[in-house]
């Protein structure tokens, strides 16, 4: 597609549910990275892939956090027992070869735990 | 004191008005980036620089790096410029963005 792709737009479960946040990245982009926006908040950085690669895991929040990018394109981000204070919306983006290039954002998935 | 730090933080004008944001921040950079996000939505990063200017319609940003500042302006602005407008410095060696805390334009018709 044109641009980074995020799916669900919208998510909504309950405490104790596992999700699942869908990012397809620009066609040829080879790092990816998954921020988390608190309402009202900058986004926080979560994670970095360099291709399949997890080069930097040091933002998720605790090991309920989980990202994978098995093929190097498409990445899931999955989250387990949700708790409350997961409801945030979930950035990514993506960007050509290097990191020290412009980075493009998806629209997000916005995440409420009830 | 953040590291980069935006300035207003809200900002209400008239349409047509010259816009101008600022950002400064204190740690070395590689580049800096401008992005937008409007209510409910996805990031769009406008720009990203290192130094000089750059410009893309109505936008023009700029950036000193001796002084560790940059600027967003908006000529003629119209309502659906209304957003909020975040400056993100990219550090020496790391891929990690440190971000401003935004600034909230909202322009009136």
């Known amino acids: 597609g044109a641009g980074v792709s995020q799916s669900p737009r919208y998510k909504v479960a309950k405490r104790g549910q596992d999700v699942a946040l869908r990012c397809d990245p620009i066609s040829g982009h080879v790092s990816l990275f998954w921020y988390q926006q608190a309402l009202g908040q900058g986004p926080e950085f979560l994670t970095y892939?360099?291709?399949?690669?997890?080069?930097?895991k040091s933002g998720l929040p605790s090991d309920r956090f989980f990202a994978e990018r098995p093929e190097g394109s498409v990445s899931t981000l999955k989250i387990q027992r949700t708790q409350q204070e997961d409801s945030a919306v979930y950035l990514c983006?993506?960007?050509?070869?290097?990191?020290?290039?412009?980075?493009?954002f998806g629209d997000g998935t916005r995440l409420s735990i009830l | 004191k953040n590291e980069v730090e935006q300035s207003p933080q809200n900002l209400t004008a008239q349409e047509g008005e010259f816009i101008t944001i600022n950002c400064s921040y204190s740690?070395?950079?590689?580049?800096l980036h401008w992005l937008q996000q409007h209510p409910g939505g996805g990031i769009v990063s406008l720009f990203m620089?290192?130094?000089?200017?750059k410009k893309h319609g109505r936008l023009i940003a700029t950036i000193n790096i001796q002084e560790k500042h940059s600027s967003l302006h908006i000529t003629a602005s119209h309502p659906r410029d209304s957003a909020v407008y975040i400056c993100a410095a990219l550090p020496d060696s790391n891929y990690q963005l440190i971000w401003g805390a935004g600034t909230k334009l909202i322009i009136k018709p």
């Open positions: 983006a993506s960007n050509q070869q290097g990191w020290n290039q412009p980075q493009h």
């Open positions: 740690v070395g950079i590689s580049a």
């Open positions: 892939f360099q291709n399949e690669a997890q080069l930097d």
């Open positions: 620089l290192s130094s000089g200017k």
